[in-house]
């Protein structure tokens, strides 16, 4: 299992549209990828919803984690995305 600890970079946390950005580009990606606020429990990375229920507010830490071939460039990807400001 790949795994990485991730800072929200975006203001408005993963809510709104930084949300619905990291939601398609793990849509996108070839293995499921999961989200979980820094002790609690994942959510699917691809879902706007679930995203958002999280509450990670900027500056709070997530860990992204997937599972399977190609699992580690998903991980980087959607961890890559969300330590960007996607406020603009």
């Known amino acids: ?21 990291v939601a398609k580009a793990a849509a996108a990606q070839p293995v499921p990828v999961t989200v979980a606020k820094d002790g609690g429990t994942p959510v699917a990375a691809s879902s706007v919803l679930n995203l958002m229920t999280l509450g990670a507010a900027h500056g709070d830490t997530v860990v ?7 699992a580690e ?16």
């Open 73 to 88: 460039a998903a991980v980087n990807a959607i961890a890559d995305l969300i330590a960007s400001d996607l406020d603009g």
């Open 1 to 21: 299992m790949a795994e990485r600890t991730v800072t929200v970079a975006s203001k408005v946390g993963l809510h709104a549209r930084p949300a619905a950005q």
């Open 64 to 70: 992204v984690a997937a599972d399977g071939d190609g």
